[in-house]
């Protein structure tokens, strides 16, 4: 059997690090925002419920805002825009509309819909901490494409966990049903990430079991 690596995808994923310092002053076109938060959707997620939102940033009064909440990682105010991910704690809300639509296109019958519906929403009340385990869980891989859909239209990005949750609740008006995630900085870069290092495959993989 051959093996055919796309070498895109690996170069891509090798060339995204941290950026902290970027060039000022630069805007993202809107259409190549959307197109990367379009290719950002196309994570999996549970059940297909699509626990993500994002609040897009790129007024530079409004990241002025976010910048004490941050605590004052200049990143905020310096890249092109921010992009908090939100995860939906209540993602089994969206059963009805994801389902829904699969079958008017035909392609699940109505008891399998509803069957599968119910399943969801005994999962949601039955498991301790499902909502927000499963928005923290899922929203992340969205975060995750979204900075490397960006570094493939040549976009910079940083991940940030360092900021006020509930500062930036407050100063965004977010809906108490989602959780920020992740705030992504996403820019084009001044200087470069710092370098880092990451353990070895043999530090990092257990074999069958511990
Ligand atoms: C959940 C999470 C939170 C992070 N928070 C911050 C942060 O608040 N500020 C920052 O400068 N970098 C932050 N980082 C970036 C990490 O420091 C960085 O990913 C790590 O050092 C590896 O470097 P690299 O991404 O350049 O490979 C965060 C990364 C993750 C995944």
New binding site residues.
Partial sequence: MTTVVDSNVIHVMKQ?????KYQTGIEIPQDTLNQIIDTAITAPSAWNLQHWKFVTIQNQDNKSRILPI??N?Q?VVDASAVVIVLGDTKANENAENVYGETVRAGFMAEEVKNAMVSDINSYYKNTEHAGIHDAIRNASFAAMQLMLAAKAHGIDS??????DAEALRKELNIPDRYIPV??LTLGYAEQP??Q?S?FSVDQVVIRERF
Avoid: E, I, K
């Fill in positions: 995204r690090t941290s950026v902290r941050a605590f990682q990143q940083g991940p940030m966990g360092g900021y992740l705030m990430a710092h880092t990451r």
